[in-house]
Protein backbone atom coordinates (compact mmCIF):
# COMPACT_ATOMS: atom_id res chain seq x y z
CA UNK A 1 0.00 0.00 0.00
CA UNK A 2 1.25 3.14 -0.91
CA UNK A 3 1.45 6.48 0.78
CA UNK A 4 -1.25 8.39 -1.36
CA UNK A 5 -3.47 5.26 -0.87
CA UNK A 6 -2.99 5.49 3.05
CA UNK A 7 -3.55 9.18 2.83
CA UNK A 8 -6.79 8.86 0.70
CA UNK A 9 -8.53 6.41 3.85
CA UNK A 10 -10.70 8.10 7.01
CA UNK A 11 -9.36 7.73 10.30
CA UNK A 12 -11.75 4.48 11.05
CA UNK A 13 -10.19 2.89 7.92
CA UNK A 14 -6.73 3.96 8.98
CA UNK A 15 -7.02 2.11 11.93
CA UNK A 16 -8.52 -1.06 10.69
CA UNK A 17 -6.06 -1.53 8.25
CA UNK A 18 -3.67 -1.14 11.10
CA UNK A 19 -5.21 -4.05 13.15
CA UNK A 20 -5.20 -5.45 9.44
CA UNK A 21 -1.68 -5.39 8.87
CA UNK A 22 -0.42 -6.10 12.39
CA UNK A 23 -2.25 -9.45 11.94
CA UNK A 24 -1.36 -10.30 8.67
CA UNK A 25 2.66 -9.82 10.10
CA UNK A 26 2.06 -11.69 13.19
CA UNK A 27 0.92 -14.39 10.51
CA UNK A 28 3.84 -14.06 8.45
CA UNK A 29 6.22 -14.44 11.12
CA UNK A 30 4.87 -17.64 12.32
CA UNK A 31 5.32 -18.72 8.73
CA UNK A 32 8.48 -17.30 8.73
CA UNK A 33 9.65 -19.72 11.83
CA UNK A 34 7.83 -22.72 10.63
CA UNK A 35 9.69 -22.52 7.19
CA UNK A 36 6.73 -21.82 5.48
CA UNK A 37 7.05 -18.28 4.05
CA UNK A 38 7.68 -18.43 0.57
CA UNK A 39 7.51 -14.64 -0.09
CA UNK A 40 10.52 -13.13 2.46
CA UNK A 41 9.47 -9.46 0.59
CA UNK A 42 6.57 -9.96 2.03
CA UNK A 43 7.52 -9.03 5.86
CA UNK A 44 9.25 -6.30 4.63
CA UNK A 45 6.08 -4.61 2.94
CA UNK A 46 3.98 -5.22 5.81
CA UNK A 47 6.59 -3.63 8.31
CA UNK A 48 6.99 -0.53 5.74
CA UNK A 49 2.96 0.12 4.90
CA UNK A 50 2.51 -0.30 9.41
CA UNK A 51 5.09 2.73 9.45
CA UNK A 52 2.99 4.55 6.95
CA UNK A 53 -0.28 4.05 8.79
CA UNK A 54 1.47 5.03 12.17
CA UNK A 55 3.01 8.37 9.90
CA UNK A 56 -0.14 9.31 8.79
CA UNK A 57 -2.20 8.75 11.88
CA UNK A 58 0.79 11.27 13.70
CA UNK A 59 0.58 13.79 11.09
CA UNK A 60 -3.40 14.23 11.44
CA UNK A 61 -2.38 14.39 15.06
CA UNK A 62 0.05 16.99 14.66
CA UNK A 63 -2.18 19.04 12.40
CA UNK A 64 -5.20 18.64 14.44
CA UNK A 65 -3.36 20.07 17.41
CA UNK A 66 -1.62 23.02 15.52
CA UNK A 67 -5.48 23.77 14.91
CA UNK A 68 -6.73 23.82 17.93
CA UNK A 69 -3.46 25.88 19.29
CA UNK A 70 -4.62 28.51 16.94
CA UNK A 71 -7.73 28.81 17.77
CA UNK A 72 -7.18 29.01 21.07
CA UNK A 73 -4.30 32.04 20.47
Known sequence: MH???VRELDNNELWRELQ???RALM?????KTTR???NSNALR?????I????TVIR???IVQQLG???DAA
Open 45 to 49: DTRRT
Open 20 to 22: QQE
Open 36 to 38: QLT
Open 3 to 5: ISE
Open 68 to 70: LSE
Open 59 to 61: ERQ
Open 51 to 54: ARIH
Open 27 to 31: NLRFQ
